[in-house]
């Protein structure tokens, strides 16, 4: 799960309740090959990773605003509809697996409840997920397509990070910084070394001239 960045956080902040967050919200699920992971105009109740094997991805243009029929093919490693545990999302795509598939599920109903229940990691997740459900309702073109249950425009960490209050965003930064510093981890883009250049960023981050955040492989970005 920490292979998500937000995810990787909220472990940062307390690993504790981390572990009770995945004993509460999250479970393993399996797939035969063309079983439905979910279909358009149902209620979104999950997020998914694809833990193991593939899936395909449909719109059709009576559920969805795209022209013509569009498939897009999933492989391990991918996000499903994030947008549930942030919003009241209604599928608008079918999900199906296209091998022996391994999942895993957040359940959006079992990961609010947790969440609020936390007051520090609580905050968090409340501004993470004002940003997610702005990015949600303003996607549109010609700025952006329209959202999907695979990808929602300009929702990649950094750039919710930084929508975020300057006290979090440079609490953030510290983490990553000090993650940095005390694993040996390489950063993207930067040279050894890092201890001054990550306190010249955490004073970036502060003006509001920049983010800092770790990736989902647990490198710094900026």
Same mark, same amino acid.
């Given at each position: ?13 307390? /690993?504790?309740?981390?572990? &009770?967050?995945?004993?509460? =919200?999250?479970? #393993? ?18 997020? *998914? ?8 991805? !449909?719109?059709?243009?009576? /559920? ?6 569009? !498939? ?11 947008? =549930? ?11 199906? =697996? ?15 409840? !947790? ?12 501004? *993470? ?6 990015? #949600?309702?303003?996607? &549109?073109?010609?700025?952006?397509? *329209? ?7 300009? !929702? ?16 953030? =930064? ?8 005390? &694993? ?39």
């Amino acid at each position: 799960l920490i292979r998500h960045p937000f995810l990787r956080i909220l472990w940062m902040l307390d /690993t504790q309740w981390f572990t &009770k967050f995945c004993a509460r =919200a999250v479970e #393993i699920s399996f797939r035969r090959n063309d079983d439905d992971i979910f279909v358009p105009g149902g209620e979104a109740v999950a997020a *998914y990773f694809v833990a193991d094997g593939s899936v395909s991805y !449909t719109q059709e243009p009576q /559920t969805s605003p795209v022209v013509g029929t569009t !498939t897009r093919e999933l492989d391990h490693g991918t996000w499903l509809c994030e947008s =549930a545990l942030w919003s009241k999302w209604i599928h608008v795509g079918c999900a199906k =697996a296209t091998s022996a598939c391994q999942l895993i599920e957040i359940s959006a109903f079992a990961c609010l409840r !947790t969440l609020t229940g936390h007051s520090g990691i609580g905050e968090l997740a409340n501004e *993470y997920c004002q940003a997610f459900h702005s990015r #949600i309702v303003t996607a &549109k073109p010609p700025q952006a397509s *329209y959202p999907s249950d695979v990808e929602v425009p300009f !929702t990649e960490c950094g750039d919710l990070v930084y929508m975020m209050t300057r006290d979090l965003r440079v609490s953030i =930064a510290i983490m990553a910084s000090q993650a940095i510093e005390r &694993k040996g981890l390489a950063a993207v883009g930067f040279r050894s070394g890092m201890s001054r250049h990550a306190e010249e960023l955490v004073h970036e981050v502060s003006e509001g001239k920049a983010v800092l955040v770790l990736n989902g492989a647990g490198e710094a970005e900026r």
